[in-house]
């Protein structure tokens, strides 16, 4: 069992940067994946990045890529999620999410744990 907590959303304007954390708890953390994902309201929710379990392994969506930098510290059991250049379009809410979710890793379904979601807004 892993309990995660997000938290680092807030206000930015479009071009700053913003680090959001997600603390994790339960004896498993260092075994599993974790990702980010995001949702904005009527939309699914999408994946943003994610990461193996020794932190060696990344992946990005597409239009992240380059902008965004997932990490994690299994010392203090918390993964973070760097964001760039900011844009208004990266509004939502960020969620992490744990798990072993196999190659379908974009797919928020296959995830088993998720965080509360920390709100980031981008102004224009």
């Known amino acids: 069992q892993v309990q995660l907590v997000e938290s680092g959303g807030g206000l930015v304007q479009a071009g700053d940067s913003l680090r959001v954390s997600c603390a994790a708890s339960?004896?498993?953390?260092?075994?599993?994946?974790m990702a980010w994902f995001r949702q904005v309201p009527g939309k699914e929710r999408e994946f943003v990045a994610g990461?193996?379990?020794?932190?060696?392994?990344?992946n990005y969506a597409g239009s992240e890529k380059g902008r965004f930098t997932i990490s994690r510290d299994n010392g203090k059991n918390t993964v973070y999620l760097q964001m760039n250049s900011m844009k208004p379009e990266d509004t939502a809410v960020y969620y992490c999410?744990?798990?072993?979710?196999?190659?379908?890793?974009?797919?928020?379904?296959?995830?088993?744990?998720w965080g509360q979601g920390t709100q980031v807004t981008v102004s224009s």
């Open positions: 339960g004896r498993t953390f260092i075994r599993e994946e």
């Open positions: 999410a744990a798990g072993s979710p196999g190659p379908q890793y974009s797919n928020y379904a296959k995830w088993a744990y």
């Open positions: 990461i193996g379990w020794s932190g060696g392994n990344t």
